[in-house]
């Protein structure tokens, strides 16, 4: 296995994008990646997506993007694991590039949902879930997690406003990041008003969904060392972990499994330990996940994730900033490209590319993207080299 | 239309048959045929009581579509007492609050019809605070 190193990264802002289509859009993310990385041409395309079957009605998406850039007869592929289908598509294109199959390789994660009907998308985010014996009996995606929510209190005495200073950084970072689908700050006052969606859950929990797309360019390392002006960054760590699909089915449906071990997986790999993280890319989806990602990859106790956030750990200036650039909440939620912009995001901050929400001196980052309520992580550390 | 994919689960829905582990003894719902817990093959029939308490819930306020007519709706984790964990509806609360621990029994209720008036109903269990103790 060769190192692989992100040349390029493209996307377009998260939003409402009536006027293009899904193939519109991933196109922008992979021109813009291939301007950024300076080639023109890559040997491979992954495709992280999940519901352009049942919201497009079109699947087959490696073919038709790459035959849309000007690709057509190379490599392509759709990969998916629900929420966590864009950093798969990643994870594909640098298991591709670093075996020595594949010289060059492009990851882009792309998802239209404002075209349907909140019910329809609502109903096709379920199946995310298990169909057989947990989406039929009506749960949502937001239900699932608010089930979790409601026990995680229970266990450890938190009330919902202890989870107001997630939301609160989101929005704050998202404000500073002109591809965020919100980039307004939000109060306390706010958070604590916002109607219910699946109690304890509330609106401000939760992250929006949106149109978006975001692609890198992947490549062997030492083709590129020293030759570029900018920081160079690494793929220095990636894993995979999957748990079940059904929360039910969890010994510990507090704890993230997957999360837990494709992290310890991928710090294993990179040389390094949660200590040595500058910042973290959460899948922040919903409030109750950010706290359950920090326990489950080391930066706080089991039960404590919020007291980091109440402690100011998680902002820009504390000792884990998390959701740098909005995060799942303020930056939006386009289900399968969600993993690519944690990823485009980190290579921001690590080549010092973040504007005002940049982190000073940013060298190692953590990205970990999550499938379904925790059945599939995926989680890249990446570094400048 | 959906109906063999509904039918062969009508001895789940309308009974929680599940599976008995010969290897471990672990009750498992529903049937996987791979015991979770010792990996062992499990394909020996196991009827559930349909006893359990509340593991967690929440009230859905936007359901997804099917689902409408019953906004808003109770969906828990039921911890059953044989051990495994199940997701399902709530029903027939009245007024009592419910609470983490409360004991449910399941029942067999409508989940929800497929398509118009026309369509599939589909029934299966949801659970009730335990009527007889």
């Known amino acids: 296995m060769q190192g692989v190193a992100i040349l390029g990264i493209g996307q377009v802002p998260v939003g409402e994008h009536w006027d293009k289509r899904l193939v519109e859009l991933a196109g922008d993310a992979i021109f813009a990646a291939l301007e950024d990385a300076q080639i023109k041409r890559v040997e491979a395309l992954y ?26 007869g190379i490599e392509a592929m759709t990969v998916e694991a629900a929420c966590g289908s864009g950093a798969l598509a990643l994870r594909t294109a640098m298991v591709a590039v670093g075996s020595g199959l594949v010289s060059s390789a492009l990851a882009v994660g792309v998802e239209k949902m404002t075209d349907t009907s909140p019910r329809e998308t609502t109903a096709a985010l379920a199946t995310a879930a298990s169909a057989d014996w947990e989406s039929i009996h009506g749960v949502t995606f ?42 307004s700050p939000i109060t306390k006052e706010i958070y604590l008003k916002a109607p219910m969606i ?37 793929i220095a760590g990636s894993a995979v972990a999957t748990d079940s699909l059904a929360v039910h089915d969890r010994h510990d449906p507090l704890w993230l499994t ?18 040595e993280v500058d910042f973290f890319e959460i899948h922040d989806a919903f409030s109750i996940m950010a706290a359950l990602s920090l326990e489950a990859c080391g930066f706080a106790e089991r039960g404590q994730g919020p007291r980091l956030a109440l402690e100011g750990e998680i902002t820009r200036e504390g000792s884990i900033p998390i959701a740098t650039l909005g995060g799942l909440k303020a930056r939006g939620h386009p289900v399968g490209a969600t993993g690519m912009y944690q990823v485009v995001e980190a290579v921001q901050q690590l080549r010092g590319e973040a504007g005002p929400a940049q982190i000073e001196g940013a060298k190692i980052g953590l990205t970990q993207n999550i499938g379904g309520s925790g059945a599939t992580v995926i989680s890249h550390v990446l570094m400048t080299e | 239309m959906d109906i063999p994919r509904h039918w062969r689960l009508n001895k789940q829905r309308y009974a929680l048959t599940g599976e008995v582990c010969p290897h471990c003894q672990a009750k498992i719902f529903p049937p996987r045929d791979v015991c979770p817990e010792c990996g062992g093959e499990a394909k020996t029939e196991f009827g559930f ?26 969906v828990a984790l039921v911890k059953l007492e044989e051990g495994p964990m199940i997701t399902a509806q709530l029903t ?6 419910l609470e983490i621990g409360m004991p449910v029994e ?16 589909i029934y299966g269990y949801k659970f009730r605070p335990l009527v007889s103790a």
């Open chain 1, 47 to 72: 495709v992280g997506n999940m519901m352009a079957g049942q919201l497009d009605k079109q699947s087959h998406l490696g073919a038709l993007i790459s035959d849309w850039v000007g690709f057509r």
């Open chain 1, 142 to 183: 937001v239900g699932l997690n608010a089930l979790i929510m409601r026990r995680y209190m229970y266990e450890y005495g938190w009330k919902h406003e202890d989870f107001a200073p997630f939301s609160i950084n989101s929005h704050a970072n998202g404000a500073l990041n002109p591809n965020a689908r919100f980039q």
């Open chain 1, 198 to 234: 699946a109690d304890p859950i509330n609106l401000m929990d939760a992250s929006p969904i949106g149109d978006g797309a975001a692609a890198a360019v992947v490549v062997p390392l030492d083709l590129v060392k020293g030759m570029n002006h900018r920081p160079l960054v690494k």
């Open chain 1, 258 to 275: 997957a999360a837990e071990k494709s992290a310890r997986v991928a710090y294993n790999q990179a040389g390094i330990g949660p200590d």
């Open chain 2, 49 to 74: 009581s349909g006893k359990g308490e509340i593991y967690s819930y929440t009230n859905i306020y936007n359901a997804p579509e099917g689902y409408e007519e019953n906004i808003p709706y109770t």
């Open chain 2, 92 to 97: 027939d609360l009245g007024d009592q609050p």
């Open chain 2, 106 to 121: 399941m029942i067999t209720r409508k989940i929800r019809s497929d398509g118009d008036e026309r369509g599939l109903l």
